[in-house]
Structures are given as structure tokens and as C-alpha cells.
């Protein structure tokens, strides 16, 4: 992955055999596929289990950085909740640790990073309601279809970072 001027990472967090936990990998390779399109060069997309080093790894040298994530919050399964880093004490609370596939995640992540002086400038973290989370269980249709909403958003030209608020954005 190369970082450099303007140009932002979408990481996609998950465990792609664990059901609506994939979430964030569907919006990663959803956003692969537009690449010829839409991104044109200045977004680097990867996938990643959300391990918090490798997180921390993945935007080493990027000063914009989107997480996607699955989250389960008891909410309507495919509600898109956009995060920043301010507020990630609040997404914590919708990844309750018996339920991470991938150990601390990736608020854990953020907190490390910030502690190590070594978060990116701009922080947004995007998660997914999922309905299940069962190895081998497939993603069910509210999170496919969310995982192509967020990937529409997120393909489209920037804007300046938002500073609102914990936000749905569906």
C-alpha cells in the first residue's frame, strides 16, 4: 500500500466466514470493483481481521482513514452508524467483546494508536448492524445491501471531514 498526498484508506474489518461480521471486507471489495471508476487513484482500499497492529500497520503513513466494521447494537440490522474518533467510546459499546471475532477491534485500535502517537489525522469508522455472527452463517441480505450503500458512499468524490455527531446514515 502506498500512502501519500490526498489520498485516503478504507480498511475493511472482519471475519469473512463469521456471517454479518464480514461486513466490512463486502464494503472493501465492493469498493475494489469500482476502482476503474469511481476512485480513480486517490482512495487505497485493503481488508484486514482488525487485529489492532495490523490496523495500526494498514494506516501507517495515511492521514485519512475510514474503518468499516460490523457492530451489533441491537438496532435494525444494515443500519449504517458513522463514527469519528471522538466518539468511538460510543461504537464500544455496540462491539461488546463476546462477540468480536477479532479480538480488542478496532476502537481498541484507535485508543492504542492515539496512546502510541500514532493515529491518523482524520479518523472515521463506519459500522454495519449485523443480525448474525455465527462461523460458517452467511451475510444476510440487510447487511449485503448496506455493504453496497456504504461502498456508493464512500466511491463517491469527498468532501471535508464531517464534524457532526454519531450519525445514521440510513
Same mark, same amino acid.
Given at each position: 500500500?502506498?500512502?501519500?498526498?490526498?489520498?485516503?484508506?478504507?480498511?475493511?474489518?472482519?471475519?469473512?466466514?463469521?456471517?454479518?461480521?464480514?461486513?466490512?471486507?463486502?464494503?472493501?471489495?465492493?469498493?475494489?470493483?469500482?476502482? &476503474?471508476?469511481?476512485?480513480? &487513484?486517490?482512495?487505497?482500499?485493503?481488508?484486514?481481521?482488525? @487485529?489492532?497492529?495490523?490496523?495500526?500497520?494498514?494506516?501507517?503513513?495515511?492521514?485519512?482513514?475510514?474503518?468499516?466494521?460490523?457492530?451489533?447494537?441491537?438496532?435494525?440490522?444494515?443500519?449504517? *452508524?458513522?463514527?469519528?474518533?471522538?466518539?468511538?467510546?460510543?461504537?464500544?459499546?455496540?462491539?461488546?467483546?463476546?462477540?468480536?471475532?477479532?479480538?480488542?477491534?478496532?476502537?481498541?485500535?484507535?485508543?492504542?494508536?492515539?496512546?502510541?502517537?500514532?493515529?491518523?489525522?482524520?479518523?472515521?469508522?463506519?459500522?454495519? @448492524?449485523?443480525?448474525?455472527?455465527?462461523? &460458517?452463517?452467511?451475510?444476510?441480505? @440487510?447487511?449485503?445491501?448496506?455493504? @453496497?450503500? *456504504?461502498?456508493?458512499?464512500?466511491?463517491?468524490?469527498?468532501?471535508?471531514?464531517?464534524?457532526?455527531?454519531?450519525?445514521?446514515?440510513?
Amino acid at each position: 500500500m502506498s500512502a501519500g498526498p490526498g489520498r485516503r484508506l478504507v480498511v475493511g474489518v472482519g471475519n469473512p466466514d463469521a456471517g454479518d461480521d464480514a461486513a466490512g471486507r463486502l464494503v472493501a471489495r465492493r469498493l475494489r470493483s469500482r476502482r &476503474g471508476q469511481e476512485l480513480a &487513484g486517490q482512495t487505497v482500499v485493503c481488508e484486514c481481521s482488525g @487485529e489492532p497492529t495490523a490496523l495500526m500497520a494498514a494506516w501507517e503513513g495515511f492521514d485519512d482513514v475510514v474503518l468499516v466494521d460490523a457492530c451489533s447494537g441491537g438496532g435494525p440490522p444494515g443500519r449504517i *452508524l458513522r463514527f469519528e474518533a471522538p466518539q468511538l467510546e460510543q461504537l464500544a459499546s455496540l462491539q461488546p467483546r463476546q462477540r468480536s471475532t477479532h479480538g480488542f477491534g478496532v476502537c481498541m485500535a484507535v485508543a492504542l494508536a492515539r496512546a502510541l502517537g500514532a493515529a491518523p489525522a482524520n479518523i472515521v469508522v463506519y459500522a454495519i @448492524e449485523g443480525l448474525t455472527f455465527q462461523a &460458517g452463517a452467511r451475510v444476510s441480505p @440487510e447487511v449485503e445491501r448496506a455493504a @453496497e450503500e *456504504l461502498a456508493g458512499l464512500l466511491s463517491a468524490p469527498r468532501r471535508p471531514p464531517a464534524t457532526a455527531a454519531a450519525q445514521t446514515a440510513t
